[in-house]
């Protein structure tokens, strides 16, 4: 079993900036891929980016790409995703989720999900 929590989220202005931090406990969670995904109000969820542990795997989404950036810290069992440059589209539930399998979890069918930080964007 694996634990994930997200924090770090809140309400900040256009053009700010916010790092979210998913807190990954369990049983060798560094051998997981880990994702950060976003749902909207009255939006399907959507990938943001995915990372592996071992540095292994990255990608962003297109739209993000240049303003998110995904790290991890295996000592921490953490993966972050920092937002700079955000915009009110930007606006959603972010949820982080791990999988043993980079594909599972980049698809949204990873086998473990936390309860989401709510970012609010916003003048």
């Known amino acids: 079993q694996v634990q994930l929590v997200e924090s770090g989220g809140g309400l900040v202005q256009p053009g700010g900036s916010l790092r979210l931090s998913c807190a990954a406990s369990?049983?060798?969670?560094?051998?997981?891929?880990m994702a950060w995904f976003r749902q909207a109000p009255g939006k399907e969820r959507d990938f943001v980016a995915a990372?592996?542990?071992?540095?292994?795997?990255?990608n962003d989404k297109s739209t993000v790409k240049g303003r998110f950036t995904i790290s991890t810290d295996s000592a921490k069992g953490t993966a972050d995703l920092l937002l700079n440059n955000l915009n009110p589209e930007d606006t959603a539930v972010y949820s982080c989720?791990?999988?043993?399998?980079?594909?599972?979890?980049?698809?949204?069918?990873?086998?473990?999900w936390g309860q989401g930080t709510q970012v609010t964007v916003s003048s």
């Open positions: 369990g049983r060798a969670v560094t051998d997981y891929a």
């Open positions: 989720s791990a999988d043993e399998s980079v594909s599972r979890v980049i698809r949204g069918r990873g086998a473990y």
């Open positions: 990372t592996r542990f071992d540095g292994g795997y990255a």
